[in-house]
């Protein structure tokens, strides 16, 4: 590397000096490091080998890269073509405000109008599915996987509940410990090497994945091709509309290089002062709108408290038909959908 002297004008006009074989350096670094990070966001297979060694790879990991983006294109490739007509939606929104019920929900609301419907928890919580499962929890891809190692079958992580809903729940390590989105990363894994949507067929598959947390598994639906569709459950506090703000940019950020859209919110109301209009307007600030307006309602702990959703156990609740409207408007949506 060169050690000669150059001569450098900066945009003040001032002449700064440097010694090139310093500068070399330090550009070269930045340059290999821009290289990686390019590299990462086109390939979204190598991200968690990425968020784990760093942006220097050692070889060996550069070789499991090189396998597992060969396995994401493929997958992602096959995926394309053979569920040409199968939705795949994800539902993202601040933890507690509702993702899981409001999924339960409209999984049962689609099952009930003839829908093959997989709903997938991608919340460490592991309790998105539970109102579709006589208020059980189920066991987990992560937990399985530990238990079965490689004798794994579908069976053993996907599970029928209420109106022939497929069940699965991506699980997650014990709060503080390890890597949150791990169980996001290895449940999609699995269910593509076990060929789950070859098997079962679901017309609709729906991902309820938590959205205030910032790591590459919890980016995974949206970022590997997984979901096509996003909708953001949102009540009027700052705190979840400062997350759905955040998803959506997310989504943005994405969306240039894969193909999730964001298709609308979904106001879950919390009854706070004026909440229609403040959702609407933040809606409108991230580009996009309101698409169903679900009421707070005493008929959702009921239903809960009997581990199921409003249309099993509340039949004659106002909230049904607010759940058979989400879903008409999730159906309609597919039908304006570029291909
Ligand atoms: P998340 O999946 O976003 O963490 P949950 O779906 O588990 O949140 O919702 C948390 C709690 O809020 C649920 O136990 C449920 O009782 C309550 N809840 C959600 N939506 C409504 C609603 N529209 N009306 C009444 N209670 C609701
Ligand atoms: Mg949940």
């Not at 002297?5 to 340059?31: E, H, M, P, Y």
């Amino acid at each position: 590397m060169s050690s000669e002297l150059r001569k450098q004008r900066t945009d003040t006009g001032i002449f700064r000096w440097s010694v090139d074989a310093f500068c070399g350096r330090t550009s070269c670094k930045n340059q290999r490091r821009e290289k990686f990070c390019e590299s990462s966001r086109r390939n979204p297979a190598e991200q968690p080998l990425r968020a784990f060694f760093g942006y220097f790879l050692p070889p060996r990991a550069k070789s499991i890269i090189a396998r597992k983006r060969k396995e994401a294109h493929q997958f992602i490739n096959n995926n394309t073509h053979k569920e040409k007509n199968m939705r795949k939606i994800a539902i993202y929104g601040k933890g507690g405000i509702g993702k899981s019920t409001t999924t339960s929900n409209l999984s049962a609301a689609l099952a009930l109008k003839g829908y093959k419907v997989m709903q997938v928890g991608c919340d460490p919580k592991s309790d998105s599915t539970k109102n579709l499962m006589e208020g059980k929890r189920i066991p987990t891809v992560l937990e399985q996987l530990k238990a079965k190692g490689e004798a794994l079958k579908l069976e053993d992580i996907v599970f029928e509940g209420f109106g022939g809903v497929l069940c699965v729940e991506a699980g997650g390590p014990t709060p503080g410990i390890g890597c949150a989105g791990r169980g996001i990363i290895s449940a999609f894994e699995k269910l593509a090497e076990l060929e789950a949507f070859e098997t079962y067929k679901p017309d609709i598959v729906i991902y309820d994945v938590l959205g205030d947390v910032v790591c590459g598994g919890f980016a995974m639906p949206i970022r590997g091709g997984y979901a096509r569709e996003v909708f953001i459950v949102s009540s009027g506090e700052m705190m979840a509309l400062y997350a759905a703000s955040n998803i959506a940019q997310a989504i943005k950020n994405f969306g240039r290089r894969g193909y999730a859209r964001l298709k609308g919110i979904i106001l879950n109301a919390k009854n706070i002062e004026n909440e229609q209009e403040l959702v609407a307007k933040a809606a409108a600030e991230i580009g996009t709108e309101v698409v169903q307006y679900v009421p707070r309602s005493g008929d959702i702990q009921i239903a809960e408290n009997q581990g199921g959703t409003v249309s099993e156990f509340v039949k004659d609740s106002p909230m049904v038909q607010v759940y058979n409207e989400l879903a008409e408007r999730v159906l309609a949506m597919s039908e304006d959908e570029e291909e």
